[in-house]
T-cell receptor, first 113, second 113 residues
């Protein structure tokens, strides 16, 4: 079974620029999650989708972050405009249902300069 | 130990010794827990899980212990190998209307040859 695919692997942008990350979950996984992992910390949940609907976005900084999963398959996370403190690894995870079978992608490392 | 700023607590062990990594979780209502291993440049990888109705579960070379009284998890790795060097996170499923994992701050395991 193919894993969770994320792209790009690395991105360097200047502050105030925009950036987008893409995630393709494991086929058939209904639930998709985006996490932010700052260096030296555990992953922090940003948003959770069930199919194409948002289940929880309480930790998403909505003034600059947005995410969508229009067809209930792949997803895009966008930051506009980026700040220095957004430098982190952005991880996507998916699960078939509920909490079991949670699988992570390798992440996108964002550096804002 | 306690993490300070960007520094993860670190456990250094001799190859062949047993390792014990500890984690304090936050929510007494959490009903499911997972230990993850994260190597540099990769996403978290599932190691072992345990439900709240158990206090011990064993896998291949790994054992997870759960003490609900003091909200404490531990991961025991037998005969630690160089390939075990990584950052280890515990994660809990906080019971509410959705299924999502909340991560702890992590411990770095260094295996000395």
């Amino acid at each position: 079974e193919a894993g969770v695919a994320q792209s790009p692997r690395y991105k360097i942008i200047e502050k105030r620029q925009s950036v987008a990350f893409w995630c393709n979950p494991i086929s058939g996984h209904a639930t998709l999650y985006w996490y932010q992992q700052i260096l030296g910390q555990g992953p922090k949940l940003l948003i959770q989708f069930q199919n194409n609907g948002v289940v929880d976005d309480s930790q998403l900084p909505k003034d600059r972050f947005s995410a969508e999963r229009l067809k209930g398959v792949d997803s895009t996370l966008k930051i506009q405009p980026a700040k220095l403190e957004d430098s982190a690894v952005y991880l996507c995870a998916s699960s078939p249902t509920g909490i079991y079978g949670y699988t992570f992608g390798s992440g996108t490392r964002l550096t804002v300069v | 130990g306690e993490s300070v700023g960007l520094h993860l607590p670190t456990l250094s062990v001799q190859e062949g010794d047993n390792s014990i990594i500890n984690c304090a979780y936050s929510n007494s209502a959490s009903d499911y827990f997972i230990w993850y291993k994260q190597e540099s440049g990769k996403g978290p990888q599932f190691i072992i899980d345990i439900r709240s109705n158990m206090d011990k579960r064993q896998g291949q070379r790994v054992t997870v212990l759960l003490n609900k009284t003091v909200k404490h998890l531990s991961l025991q790795i037998a005969a630690t190998q160089p390939g075990d060097s990584a950052v280890y996170f515990c994660a809990e499923n906080q019971v509410d209307s959705s299924y999502k994992l909340i991560f702890g701050s992590g411990t770095r395991l260094l295996v000395r040859p």
